[in-house]
């Protein structure tokens, strides 16, 4: 049974313990980065020894942020800290990590409680708002390298704060990490900013091939392992493409259907206020935020289509 711990509780478990490897999820995103990133730096900071396990699918984009900071190797009697990882079946695929994890922060609320020690706020829209938090609490002089990860995590998290996850406390996080140092605009120019033409192509494509149901309601769109290969596309350039259709006029149900290979596919979940993309998801064995949800599916793409659209229906929407 996982022991949930507050922020303050946290930062006191991380200052009496040495150690340190951080493990994030697969196909990681700004905020699975930012906070590995960030808080290896924290803990380097007051002394620790404190490394980020290195996930083999971490884009180029992200690679600066966790210069200098990862490892190939689990270090004997690590003290393993995951984050922004609902779940150990999304560690790194690769990994042959097989022992305990003594502490998971996180903000899905779909954590399965599977560390030691748990340190979960769902109602924070990216973890990176919860390691600056404890951060603070430990007394660690954050640096501007520090500062612009965590900001990478909270922006990207947030869709550059246009999403319904953010709060007041987000907006407050941000301010202080720019007083903390964080040179924002070239994040906000590379994250959001700039596309590249591989990008467009593949948002063409997709919408020349989304389907609508329930009159516009729901937009499903299909990104296959040809389709990229076609277009010349690599992995940064479908990075946050799980919210295109969402994006779409009228779309309250936000469907993208991502093959992995030919016996399995990732559905990621995109909804307005008036729907849980968590709740949906978890009928397919994932889960994940209200607004923002995902499951692995082990079939085609065309199986995936048919389970999720089954899902949906099944949370109340006449397709």
């Given at each position: 049974?996982?022991?949930?711990?507050?922020?303050?509780?946290?930062?006191?478990?991380?200052?009496?313990?040495?150690?340190?490897?951080?493990?994030?999820?697969?196909?990681?995103?700004?905020?699975?980065?930012?906070?590995?990133?960030?808080?290896?730096?924290?803990?380097?900071?007051?002394?620790?020894?404190?490394?980020?396990?290195?996930?083999?699918?971490?884009?180029?984009?992200?690679?600066?942020?966790?210069?200098?900071?990862?490892?190939?190797?689990?270090?004997?009697?690590?003290?393993?800290?995951?984050?922004?990882?609902?779940?150990?079946?999304?560690?790194?695929?690769?990994?042959?990590?097989?022992?305990?994890?003594?502490?998971?922060?996180?903000?899905?609320?779909?954590?399965?409680?599977?560390?030691?020690?748990?340190?979960?706020?769902?109602?924070?829209?990216?973890?990176?708002?919860?390691?600056?938090?404890?951060?603070?609490?430990?007394?660690?002089?954050?640096?501007?390298?520090?500062?612009?990860?965590?900001?990478?995590?909270?922006?990207?998290?947030?869709?550059?704060?246009?999403?319904?996850n953010v709060t007041s406390d987000t907006f407050r996080a941000a301010a202080r990490l720019?007083?903390?140092?964080?040179?924002?605009?070239?994040?906000?120019?590379?994250?959001?900013?700039?596309?590249?033409?591989?990008?467009?192509?593949?948002?063409?494509?997709?919408?020349?091939?989304?389907?609508?149901?329930?009159?516009?309601?729901?937009?499903?769109?299909?990104?296959?392992?040809?389709?990229?290969?076609?277009?010349?596309?690599?992995?940064?350039?479908?990075?946050?493409?799980?919210?295109?259709?969402?994006?779409?006029?009228?779309?309250?149900?936000?469907?993208?259907?991502r093959e992995l290979d030919s016996t399995s596919t990732k559905i990621s979940l995109r909804t307005g206020e008036d729907y849980n993309a968590s709740?949906?998801?978890?009928?397919?064995?994932?889960?994940?935020?209200?607004?923002?949800?995902?499951?692995?599916?082990?079939?085609?793409?065309?199986?995936?289509?048919?389970?999720?659209?089954?899902?949906?229906?099944?949370?109340?929407?006449?397709?």
């Open positions: 049974m996982t022991k949930p711990l507050t922020n303050k509780e946290t930062a006191e478990l991380l200052l009496r313990r040495d150690n340190y490897l951080v493990f994030n999820h697969r196909r990681p995103d700004g905020d699975a980065v930012g906070c590995a990133a960030a808080l290896c730096r924290g803990l380097r900071t007051m002394g620790k020894t404190a490394w980020v396990y290195r996930n083999p699918q971490t884009t180029p984009r992200y690679l600066p942020y966790l210069e200098g900071l990862e490892t190939d190797a689990v270090p004997e009697g690590a003290c393993i800290i995951s984050v922004d990882t609902a779940t150990p079946g999304l560690f790194p695929l690769d990994s042959d990590f097989d022992g305990k994890v003594v502490l998971s922060i996180d903000h899905h609320m779909s954590n399965e409680g599977y560390a030691e020690y748990t340190n979960v706020h769902p109602t924070a829209a990216a973890c990176g708002e919860v390691i600056l938090d404890i951060l603070e609490q430990m007394q660690v002089p954050i640096s501007k390298e520090t500062a612009e990860a965590l900001y990478l995590a909270i922006s990207t998290d947030t869709g550059c704060f246009q999403y319904s720019k007083e903390l140092g964080a040179d924002t605009f070239p994040i906000n120019k590379t994250m959001f900013g700039t596309k590249t033409i591989a990008r467009l192509r593949l948002e063409a494509a997709l919408t020349e091939s989304v389907t609508f149901y329930a009159g516009g309601l729901v937009g499903v769109c299909a990104l296959t392992n040809d389709m990229l290969g076609a277009l010349g596309a690599t992995e940064d350039d479908v990075d946050d493409i799980s919210g295109f259709p969402r994006s779409m006029e009228g779309v309250q149900v936000g469907v993208m259907i709740a949906i998801c978890a009928l397919l064995g994932g889960g994940g935020h209200r607004a923002a949800a995902g499951a692995t599916i082990q079939g085609t793409v065309e199986d995936a289509k048919r389970q999720i659209l089954a899902a949906i229906e099944s949370s109340g929407v006449t397709l």
